[in-house]
């Protein structure tokens, strides 16, 4: 019966090209546009790195023409009197941290014989308290690692895997930047985006009182109304007696920082999705169109002994050979780009991007089949011989 | 072999009542030729359509080779059509974009027969209608008299009991629905295939055993 099937599908090869063309295509659109989408959607389910609920930033005034001792002092004010408020449970100074600002400081040496480049990050020994960061390995800064011999640093999983093939690196010397003693590793800092790739990162510690430091990170008590700034900035106003800080919650900047991926991300979402109506409707509507001009055909069939799902089977049959054929066609296609590494995605979104088109494409064709199928076998044999 | 009790046919539509076979009691032996005329309408191919389990009557009682078909059910149904049955129709019904000896095997399909009988069955068949050459054609490349007979090696390559012939001959000139009449009689003395045709032509008819005539779904004689 299949032979039967393939030779009824080779002598229509010229209508049946069309409908061939048309689900490959929709394969290779859904391919490319699923491929981009199950990038954007590993990214956002892999780990941060960090809390962003209840979480605020305050940007303070440039610091660097004040006098040391000036700064020493009111910084040291500032930590102390934010952490005796009610909601505030950490507070934390940093250099050039911008989360989802775009913003991003990065820098590459190969001082230890390759080639590394990393973000840096420039942060006091409260940063990963403040941001409930996961310290997998060692531990996270501490004051009096500022008077060790060596300097620490602190690496992210990334950096250990990309350049030191995964090795257990705590205790170990890493010239970059400097001659730095690595002295724990996170899991994550993804701060540039949800959507953002975890790149190798590296953390480098600064005294709290360093000019640079401006930066404040607060970690808040859970649930602290958006109220409660109006407090947090009249103690700081106070105490810096300047009112052009700027006070930012960083849940906030995360969700209008990932909307410019989401919108675009919607919209070729939908486009795919009209493009599935849109095959399936044409494709339900040829199937229906063929089976009426084939009434003759079941007639017939059933006359010299089809059994009604005879009749659907075959019909059923004729459009997955079709399509199976179409998405073969398509995979051997689309398969190429990850195994030539075409583009920018890693291969392993590809692949799920292949395995998903296929299954798409394989339930909406038999959707779309079965209901004209139904119908071609519930067609009264001595009604369908009557009419040509 | 074939056997009608009491037949009717009635077909009701929303808005009137037909009755296409009015009581027809029949009575058809094995090995029989009937021809079955009538006007236009008369209820000719109800018959046929009766006889050949493609139609279920409305009242009465059939009986074929013995068996009482109409408590079938759908698979026995087609189960016997598959193996007793072969069917000729006026429009030949040949599947456009088969060849000829695929049109020809399609009822062996429905049995389980290898695809090597299929074709040399097939190939028989055809030789029988004098087809043989043609194998490999398409039905849009035949004259009409060798798509019937291309039709008559389907509905013989199974070998049935019961050829239902329905106006056979009306699509072809004389020659040809001679031609094709001749293979029809030496079915039936030859193979003792017995043979229902619906036919419009006399000549045809007195080449036949017997002759049915029928008026309004009566049967007159
Ligand atoms: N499916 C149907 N629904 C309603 N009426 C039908 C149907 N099939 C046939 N009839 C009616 O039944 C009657 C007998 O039809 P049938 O096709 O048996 O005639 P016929 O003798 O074969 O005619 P012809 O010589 O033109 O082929 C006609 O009046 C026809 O209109
Ligand atoms: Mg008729």
Known sequence: MIKHIFKLIWNKRRSNALILI??????????????????????????????????????????????????????????????????????????????????????????MGFN????????????????????????????????????????????????????????????????????????????????????????????????????????????????????????????????????????????????????????????????????????????????????????????????????????????????????????????????????????????????????????????????????????????????? | MIQLENVSKVYRTKTIETTALNEINLTISEGEFVSIMGPSGCGKSTLLNVIGLLDEPTEGKITVAGESVQNYNSKATSKFRNQKLGFIFQSFHLIPDLSVIDNVELPLLYRNVSAKERKELSAAALESVGLKNRMDHFPSQLSGGQKQRVAIARAIVGNPAILLADEPTGNLDSHMGNEVMDILLKLNQEQNTTIVMVTHDENMAKRTNRLLRLYDGSQVA
């Open chain 1, 22 to 111: 048309e689900i490959f295509l929709a394969f290779l659109v859904l391919f490319a546009v699923l491929s981009y989408v199950i990038y954007n959607m590993r990214m956002l389910s892999a780990p941060l790195g960090f809390e962003t609920k209840d979480k605020w930033m305050v940007y303070l005034d440039d610091l660097s023409s004040k006098d040391s001792l000036e700064v020493l002092e009111m910084k040291n004010t500032l930590h102390r009197e934010l952490l005796n408020l009610d909601n505030i449970e950490s507070v934390s100074y940093t250099e050039n941290i911008n989360p989802y600002s775009g913003n991003q400081s990065r820098t590459g040496g190969d001082a």
């Open chain 1, 116 to 388: 590394i480049s990393s973000l840096l990050a420039f942060v006091d020994s409260d940063f990963a308290n403040a941001l409930d960061m996961n310290v997998v390995q060692g531990r996270w800064f501490q004051e009096e690692d500022l008077n060790s011999t060596y300097p620490s640093i602190i690496l992210n999983q990334a950096f250990i895997d990309e350049y030191f093939g995964g090795k257990n690196m705590i205790d170990s010397m890493l010239l970059f930047r400097g001659e730095h003693k690595v002295i724990g590793v996170v899991d994550a800092f993804r701060y540039l985006g949800e959507f953002s790739e975890n790149q190798p990162h590296a953390f480098y510690q600064v005294p709290r009182h360093s000019k640079e430091a401006n930066n404040l990170v607060l970690g808040m008590a859970p649930n602290t109304p958006a109220a409660y700034e109006e407090k947090v900035n009249n103690l700081i106003s106070d105490i810096t007696k300047s009112s052009s800080f700027i006070i930012k919650n960083i849940d906030q900047m995360k969700k209008s920082d990932s909307r410019d991926t989401w919108i675009p991300l919607i919209a070729l979402l939908s486009i795919c999705g009209f493009l599935c109506i849109n095959v399936a409707l044409g494709l339900f509507g040829v199937l229906w169109y063929n089976i009426n001009k084939r009434r003759g055909e079941i007639g017939l069939r059933r006359a010299v002994g089809a059994h009604s799902s005879d009749i659907s089977k075959q019909f059923i049959f004729e459009i997955l050979i079709l399509t199976f054929i179409a998405v073969f066609l398509g995979i051997f296609f689309a398969i190429q780009v990850p195994l030539l590494k075409i583009g920018p995605l890693e291969p392993i979104n590809m692949y799920y991007a292949i395995a998903i088109s296929t299954g798409i494409i394989l339930t909406l064709v038999t959707l779309c089949a079965l209901h004209p199928s139904w119908q071609a076998s519930k067609l009264h044999p001595a009604t369908a011989l009557h009419e040509d």
